[in-house]
């Protein structure tokens, strides 16, 4: 897996507010595995196929309309490595030809197998089984977040990422967050906007980064791919003014949050702050079929 020669470019954001806004352009990073998704698979896949057993397979987990599935079914059509998708829900077995991000990983040749909700919550107890399974398989965690990962999120960061004295990101899993917070430059503050209302994850990321330096934010709109209407318009106003989409689970809270604290006066006039796009726009046509199914306006 090689790093894409492009510039990943670092665009202003005006605001009414003595303070300036910047967003990394992360989602330009690859046209399939976008985001931190791609620093996040980076160390994992490339330490794997350094050493290429005969029978490749990588293993993963994800719900429905998960960014990190659509993400290593591309990698693995990419290059030729077998896939397996553990889906949270049996229900979408007889579904999921009807579901965008699952179509797609399908049609990258990825393997999906379906099981219960109550089993998914126990993935430790289905590691175990998959590695006596398929004993040659790189099993990656939901979310692709684990120490590897960390290690890739260190590329998101460089000379024309040091002089913020804000960095911002989206947290699902922990994994980009803890990355950002290891390896930013020193006195820099690092912010996570949490999309997911789940009690362990501070402890799963206090486990991936030795440094403090960092504070979560409920961004979750009461729980995980939850919108609503002023979310939406947030993302689609958003767009027409700066010219860049935001999805609608992760990078799109995270921007509305920015911008009422900015406009509240949480950051110090003449801060800096500099914001992640992760990716994840593949997530909006599934989005927007269920908010055309309630009959409310769509993501454009």
Known sequence: MKIPNIHIPIVEIPTEKNVKLFMKREDLIHPYISGNKFWKLFWNVNQYLEHRPQNSLIITFGGAFS????????????????????????ELEQKWIHNPTLLSAKRNEMNLKFVTREDYRHKDQLTFFLQQEFPEALIIPEGGTNHSAVKGVKMMLNEHTKDFDYLCTAVGTGGTVAGIAEFCEYGQKVIGFKV?????????????????????????????????????????????????????????????????????????????????????????????????????TVIV
Do not use: W
């Open 67 to 90: 960014n990190h599935i659509s993400a290593v079914a591309a990698f693995g059509n990419l290059y030729g490595v077998k896939t397996l998708g553990i889906i949270r829900g049996e």
């Open 196 to 296: 997911v209302q789940d009690d362990s994850l501070e402890n799963r990321i206090s486990e991936l980064t030795t440094k403090n330096n960092y504070h979560l934010i409920d961004a979750s709109l009461g729980g995980y791919g939850k919108l609503n209407e002023e979310n939406v318009r947030f993302i689609n106003d958003f767009k027409a003014k700066y010219n860049i989409p935001l999805d609608p689970v992760y990078t799109g809270k995270m921007m509305q949050n920015v911008f009422e604290m900015i406009n509240e006066g949480y950051f110090p006039e003449g801060s800096k702050i500099l914001c992640f796009h992760t990716g994840g726009l593949q997530g909006i046509e599934g989005a927007n079929m269920l908010l055309e199914k309630q009959n409310k």
